[in-house]
């Protein structure tokens, strides 16, 4: 199966019974794959989902290693034809953990001699012992998943942030299910989509999420021109309005939008655009 919206996918797997493994160089398809012959068993993610992984490059992978285990990395440069590039998509992905241990320093750091430059380094010795790298912040390490893949299987980027959200009394979309409709509401999230269907007459619909899950947003035509810049180009959106429920159907109807992208830092972000 192929995941067609990984950041979602992963909040999937924080609210239900579906469980899912990292991409990794000794057990990865190209596409994403249940891991058993239960649907319970949990989901090995692809080589798909890696930035910058080339179809014919996951092919090779998965010949050479049906012929034998990989040794190490140099033996997975050497057999499945990968260059500089095919190692660093997959030592940012930490996808050489089983050939490389779990600090995704020490892949980054054994990738780049792995396909040597021969007629450079002819005639000299190199030193294959990987130094005492430490280990990434979760910060970095989230930052690093996001540039890699689009998501992010560690905690969600909102969580470090929720104290500092809290300063500004920004609730989470759990507080939000909890308000009864009518009451003003304060939201902040990453923004995943934007919808803006000819049929609406302008309205803009956004989908903030966090953590802890989804707030749908109603962005009305008039406030669309107001927050224009906010509403289309922010990757971190704080929005303050009404919360509106009719039966299981739940908005937050937008009264005003505040741009905090400069909270996410490094963080790369994308969203669907008025799909």
Not at 12 to 32: E, M, W
Not at 50 to 70: N, Q
Not at 131 to 151: C, K, N, Q, W
Not at 192 to 204: D, E, F, I, K
């Amino acid at each position: 199966m192929v995941l067609a919206y990984p950041r979602s996918y992963r909040r999937t797997q924080d609210t239900a019974a579906l469980r899912c493994s990292r991409v990794d160089i000794d057990g990865s398809t190209l596409d994403s794959a249940i891991e058993g012959p239960t649907t319970s068993a949990p989901v090995r993610l692809g080589f798909s989902l890696l930035r910058g992984m080339r179809e014919d490059v996951a092919g090779r992978i998965e010949l050479a290693r049906a012929a034998r285990p990989f040794v190490d990395v140099a033996d997975l440069a050497r057999r499945a034809q990968l260059d500089r590039h095919d190692l660093q998509v997959l030592a940012g992905a930490n996808a050489l953990r089983s050939l490389a241990g779990d600090n995704r320093r020490d892949a980054l750091w054994l990738a780049a001699p792995a396909v040597p430059d021969r007629d450079l380094l002819r005639g000299t010795e190199c030193d294959d012992a990987v130094p005492a790298l430490p280990r990434a912040s979760e910060g970095h390490e989230i930052v690093t998943d996001y540039r890699a893949m689009g998501f992010t299987l560690g905690r969600h980027p909102l969580a470090q942030l929720r104290d500092r959200l809290a300063l500004d009394h920004l609730q989470s979309a759990e507080q939000l299910a909890t308000l009864r409709s009518g009451q003003l509401a304060r939201a902040c999230g990453v923004v995943t989509v934007r919808q803006r269907p000819g049929t609406a007459n302008g309205v803009l619909f956004l989908t903030l999420e966090d953590e802890t899950g989804q707030v749908n947003v109603i962005l009305w035509p008039g406030l669309l021109e107001k927050f224009r810049k906010e509403a289309l180009g922010a990757a971190l959106l704080a929005v303050y309005g009404v919360r509106q429920a009719e039966g299981k159907v739940r908005h937050l109807i937008a009264s005003k939008l505040v741009d905090r992208t400069e909270l996410l830092g490094a963080l790369p972000t994308t969203s669907r655009e008025f799909c």
